[in-house]
């Protein structure tokens, strides 16, 4: 029995370790790739953020590739029609293949495709669930 409740208790730390290092947060720049506790949206710049000693630095949106906060990835992607990169939430990935949510989506048309640095197309907020089931490989299921 204790040699259960042992086993219990190591699987329940060793799990605990993987979730905190998924929400981990991060900014990537130009420079490198810099780890905070807390990553948030400021007034004077870009994102600001604050790491586990409460050293607070604040990025412009010209230096930051990507970052993550709170477990969601935002990358700086370019989508057709527009001139100037803008940050959008990478919601699957799979061989290439990536699938994009933007801040700024209308009503219809909420995700987009893209292969490489390229959009392929648009999706639909109806056809949305469809493509996440394609590339997550949970066709028939």
């Not at 590739?65 to 959008?88: C, D, H, I, M, W």
């Not at 799979?94 to 989506?105: E, H, I, L, P």
């Amino acid at each position: 029995m204790l040699v259960i409740l042992v086993a219990i208790m190591i699987a329940n730390i060793d799990a605990t370790a993987q979730v905190k290092s998924v929400n981990q947060n991060y900014v990537v720049t130009t420079d490198g790739t810099y780890y905070f506790a807390k990553v948030r949206y400021g007034l004077s710049g870009f994102l600001v953020a604050t790491d586990q000693n409460g050293t607070k630095k604040v990025f412009s949106k010209n230096e930051v590739k990507a970052y993550q906060k709170n477990g969601r990835l935002f990358e700086s992607v370019t989508f057709t029609g527009k001139s100037a990169p803008e940050f959008a939430e990478l919601v699957a990935n799979r061989n290439g293949v990536k699938v994009y949510r933007s801040s700024n989506a209308d009503v219809t048309n909420n995700a987009y495709l893209f292969k490489g640095q390229s959009q392929i197309m648009q999706v639909s907020q109806e056809n949305l669930a469809y493509v996440l089931n394609f590339l997550n490989d949970n066709q028939g299921k």
